[in-house]
């Protein structure tokens, strides 16, 4: 039957909700099961950054912070699931003025936690919530070493990554409708 390992690039995730399913509300456990197509979950893995604050933070700033740390809180707290954290640095103003922001290590910690664990044979399966190319030679690597990989994706992946996963899975209404908070 197998095993497999769930990685989710939480920003990705969370700007396909917001552009393509109106802000919904998931009920990640119910993700982290669709994603597995039952199969027995090593872990869940979620990758994100907490929230950007200045040396002095604003109100905004560590309300904001605060209710990320609940919401990654909430996460680790599901069976099998680890949130794992980069870093969000800031990088100046635009034209217009606002903030230029950039997610650290987020795709490294994906990378070396999917080529461990196929190196280790410690999963037969991997299930990527991703759509950007970053995380392509982890994933050669992982299917050099037996792992079957399944892209879940939103309207626009990259087509590098689309081509090189072996199974694909387009993010519907209808898959979104299956795992919502009831």
């Given at each position: 039957?197998?095993?497999?390992?769930?990685?989710?690039?939480?920003?990705?995730?969370?700007?396909?909700?917001?552009?393509?399913?109106?802000?919904?509300?998931?009920?990640?456990?119910?993700?982290?099961?669709?994603?597995?197509?039952?199969?027995?979950?090593?872990?869940?893995?979620?990758?994100?950054?907490?929230?950007?604050?200045?040396?002095?933070?604003?109100?905004?700033?560590?309300?904001?912070?605060?209710?990320?740390?609940?919401?990654?809180?909430?996460l680790?707290?599901?069976?099998?699931?680890?949130?794992?954290?980069?870093?969000?640095?800031?990088?100046?103003?635009?034209?217009?003025?606002?903030?230029?922001f950039?997610?650290?290590?987020?795709?490294?910690?994906?990378?070396?936690?999917?080529?461990?664990?196929?190196?280790?044979?410690?999963?037969?399966?991997?299930?990527?919530?991703?759509?950007?190319?970053?995380?392509?030679?982890?994933?050669?690597?992982?299917?050099?070493?037996?792992?079957?990989?399944?892209?879940?994706?939103?309207?626009?992946?990259?087509?590098?990554?689309v081509?090189?996963?072996?199974?694909?899975?387009?993010?519907?209404?209808?898959?979104?409708?299956?795992?919502?908070?009831?």
């Amino acid at each position: 039957m197998g095993r497999i390992a769930n990685f989710i690039d939480g920003a990705y995730f969370q700007f396909m909700l917001r552009d393509e399913f109106r802000e919904a509300q998931i009920d990640f456990g119910k993700l982290a099961e669709k994603m597995s197509g039952g199969k027995e979950v090593l872990r869940t893995y979620f990758y994100d950054c907490l929230p950007y604050q200045s040396p002095s933070p604003t109100d905004d700033e560590r309300i904001r912070f605060g209710k990320r740390q609940g919401f990654h809180a909430a996460l680790d707290r599901l069976p099998r699931f680890q949130v794992r954290l980069g870093r969000l640095e800031f990088r100046g103003y635009k034209d217009n003025g606002k903030p230029i922001f950039e997610q650290k290590r987020v795709d490294i910690l994906m990378g070396v936690d999917l080529a461990l664990l196929a190196a280790k044979h410690q999963v037969t399966d991997a299930a990527v919530l991703a759509g950007d190319s970053d995380f392509l030679p982890a994933i050669i690597a992982a299917k050099q070493e037996g792992v079957v990989i399944h892209l879940f994706h939103g309207q626009n992946p990259h087509r590098d990554l689309v081509r090189e996963c072996d199974e694909r899975t387009r993010i519907t209404q209808d898959f979104i409708d299956s795992i919502l908070i009831k």
